[in-house]
Structure formats: structure tokens, C-alpha cells
């Protein structure tokens, strides 16, 4: 019960977070925030780690094994996809 | 034992991780403030990247984490399939991958959820434990469902109509009923299994259920929806390992896709329960008011004269919809907002919230043109200044210019905010042929007073006008 208690109160906070930081994002970069977003929720890949790795490997490794693959495309593709749209978006005077 | 842990320092390595994963949601959330100006929303998501990659990294001194075959194999196959997806696809497409990877996250959350239910098969659960299991299991299967229908639709494979059958509601709202049954069940007795697997069933059918009704004009809002509940997917999955950097950043992204998905919802000015519920676009297309227009003319105006308009104009507000880009015009519009800069002429691109098929869609498409970001305003932005606008050029955006929003309590789109065109010296509004647009309204800002019409394919016609300027 106290671990879960713990566990809302970081829950509750980081929301409140999440709005306060979120709603300064300006629409021009929205459509990167989303997909920076995607490449944060492959933190998931973490637990997917503690997942897939096991003495003795059962159903359990294979599903943490697809969790992984999941998570990490997430990650990876995530972030470079971001990264290549913030890329372009430029000033006048930044081009080359 | 963790190999990679010698056992002298095993008893610290606990207390480090969690310190790391400290750091990383910190990195998160300072990656994320970042992104409020384009400046510097690079080196945010550099922050954030490295914020994973600690992340992830100090992970693997887990104390449970003893082997690393399929690690490093599972990683290695995600990280390549993931690169190849980022560098290839096209700025169009954006809606599509979001899509993809709003997918990817929600079963990867709800295989991680699944995973620690046979993991821990043998010993007793906590009914905290329980129920964020099945939260995670049931929102995660549900958005990796979900969103594979959003991508067929966005990709055109299912046909962007809605698909409903009669009574859609009731069954939706059944199943959803059941699945709470079946969650109570789990939670009494978790030794069964069948009651996780009905679960899982239930969840996937609902993602499908939901999505089908929904018309290829509401995407935006569902993307962000969707968006939101991989986030929450994955901080539901945290409370299943009492991890919180995995709470903390879950929930970072469901704030972000809730956001978003509010945006949209207040800027087609529907409340999320219509777009969820309503299925807009099946219903057939109003009477139109062509009655009320028959006697109506539109003035048309030629490439020179629109030149000589746009040349010797103080200020031209551009005003794109998703027409432009699909008619690939991105940079022949930018072509033409350089020559009347040179001339002197203040141009500026007017933005609605809507205009691509995803939240900001519009803006990466003219990013992607070279078209520097302080020329992109925002719809709240540029409405001040259209009174103060000598020429507005309207390209492929038909709904969000239409006045009829604002005057006419009849109209579908009444009350929907929209980029106030109508009060601009002259409005130049480029248009195939005068069939009305997407939703099927009739556009009154057509038959306006100051309104001429160029017709024509896009890029045809702003070819037209570069070569005039040119010749000017």
C-alpha cells in the first residue's frame, strides 16, 4: 500500500508537471513534440530489460524479447525523427 | 547475479540506478522546456536522448538482469528498424510513423505488463500490483490496436470514411463493461489466467472497435489521443514495477498527447466525446445553402494582376491548408514569399491549428521548404492582423477560412475559430474549380466583396505568378 501510495504521488506530481512545461510548447513545434514524445514513452524499453532477462528463459524472455525490439524502434526512431524535423527549422540567416 | 556487477559494489548499485534515474527524468523535463522555442528545441531533444540513454544504460546493472543474449539482439534489431524508419520517411507522411510508433509503444507496455504476470506467475501479487497490470495491459493492447487502424487509415489501406454498423455505441460501451468485470475477476483471482487473456482479448478488439467509426478529418485528434495513452501505458507499467522513471516520463507524455489532443478538439470546436462518438463525415453533406448562392459571382483574377497586387503591397499573409501539400507547392510558395520579400513586401504564413493532418503538421511542411520559422504565425497571432493586411493568399485551405464559421448559427462548422481572411484588403483564394471542399460546405468568403479566385492546380498557379513577378 505505501509503495503505491509513493507511487501516485509522483504520478500526480509529474502530470502537474507535464501541463506546466507542455501547454509553453508553441504550436510551430508541435507535431516534433509529439514524436519526441513517442521516442520518452520507449522508457517503457526499461522495463522490457528486466523483462527478457532470466536464468532459466520462459514465455517470459520472449515476451520481454518483442518488448524490447517495441520499445527500442520507439527510441530510436524517435529521437532521429525529431532530431531531423527540429533540423529544418531555421532562420533567416541560419541557411548553410 | 548481474554479471556485469562486481560483487564488492553489488550493495551500492541499487541506490545508483535509482540516482540515474533521477537524472533522467530531470534530462526529460529539461529537454522538454526546451522545445518552447525552435532555438533551442534541438539541443532539447539531445537532452532528453541522453536523458534514455543513461537511462537505459544503468539499467543493465539490474540485480535481475543476469543475461544479455536477447538484449543486445532485440536491441540491435529495434535501433536498426527504427533508424530506417526515421531517415526514410517522407514530411508528409509524419502522421503516419507518429502513428506507427504511438503503436509500438502501447505493446511494448503492454508486453512488459504481461511479462511481469508470467514472471511472477509463482509468487503471491499485491492488488496494486494487480490493478496496474491490467491498466497497463488493457490501455497498451488498446492503443497498439487503435493505432494500427489510424495507420491504415492516414495510409489510405482502409479507406478514410467512417465505418459504422448500427448500434456501434452499444456495443462499445458493452465490451467496455466487460472488460471492467473481467479486471475485478483478474484482480480477486490472478492465478487464472484465462481472466488475463480475456483481458487482452477484449482490449485489442476494443482499439479496433473504437478507431473504425472514426472519419479521416477527425485523425489529428486521435493521433494525440493516442499519443497520450502510450504515455500513460507506460507509466501504468511503471506502477507494476514500482519504477518511477517510467511513471515520470509516462506521464510527461500523456500530458503532452492530452494537450494536443485538446488543441484539436477546441479548434474544430468539438468536444472529444463527438469525435469519439459522432463519427463526422458519415453523416450525408447539409443542404449546402445552394439555393442562397445561386445568383452569387466570384471574381477571378489572372497571375498579373495578381502580381502587380502582391508586389506593391505592404504586407501579404499566406495562408496554407493541407492542398498546398499535396499539390507539392511548399517551395514554389516559398519561391514567391522571397521575390516579394526582395520587393520589400512583409510576408507572413497564418497557420490554423488544423491545417495539416496532425498537430503542427503544417509548420514542418514549410520548415521542410526552407521557409524560416519567425514567418509562421500562429491562428491567435495572425488574426490581429489581417485588418492590417493588404493581400491574403489562401491555398488549399478551404473550412478554415470560411466566415460562415463565425456568422451563420446554421452552418456545421458554426463556432469552429478560424483565420479571419474576410477582414483583409483583398483575398486571393487559389482553388482547383469551385466544387465546394472537404467537408462539403459551401464557402461564403468565395462570393465575398474583396475575394478573387485564381483557378487552377497550385503549383501550376504560383508557377504563374513567380514568372510574373519575375517579368515585373
Known sequence: METFIFNLFIFILAAFVGFEVISKVPPTLHTPLMSGANAISGITLVGALIVASHVVCTITCYIGFVAIIFATINVVGGFMVTDRMLEMFKKKGDEQ | MNPLVPEAIADYIPNVIQLTYLLASVLFILGLKRLSS????????????????????VTLFDRNIVSFQFIV???????VIGAILARKVKMTSMPELVSLFNGFGGAASALVASGEYFRLASEPFGEHELGAMVVSLFIGALTFTGSMIAFGKLKGILGGSPVVYPGYKIVNTALMI?????????????????FFLVISGLALLIGILMVLPIGGADMPVVISLLNSLTGLAASAAGFVLNNNLLIISGTLVGSA???????MCKAMNRPLTNVLFGAFGSEAAGPGGTAADAGKTVKEVTAEDLSVMTAYAQRVVIVPGYGLAVAQAQHVIREVADMLESKGVDVRYGIHPVAGRMPGHMNVLLAEANVPYPQLYDMDEINQEFKKTDVVLVIGANDVVNPDARNDPSSPIYGMPILNVDEAKSVVIFKRSMNPGFAGIENQLFFGENSYMFFGDAKESLGSLLQSLKEL
Do not use: K, Q
Open chain 2, 257 to 263: 498527447g492530452l494537450i494536443l489532443t485538446m488543441i
Open chain 2, 178 to 194: 466487460l472488460v471492467l468485470v473481467f479486471a475485478v475477476l483478474f484482480v480477486l483471482d490472478a492465478e487464472n489466467r484465462i
Open chain 2, 73 to 79: 539482439a532485440g536491441v540491435a534489431i529495434g535501433a
Open chain 2, 38 to 57: 525552435p532555438a533551442t528545441a534541438r539541443s532539447g531533444n539531445m537532452l532528453a536522448s541522453l536523458g534514455m540513454f543513461i537511462g537505459v544504460l
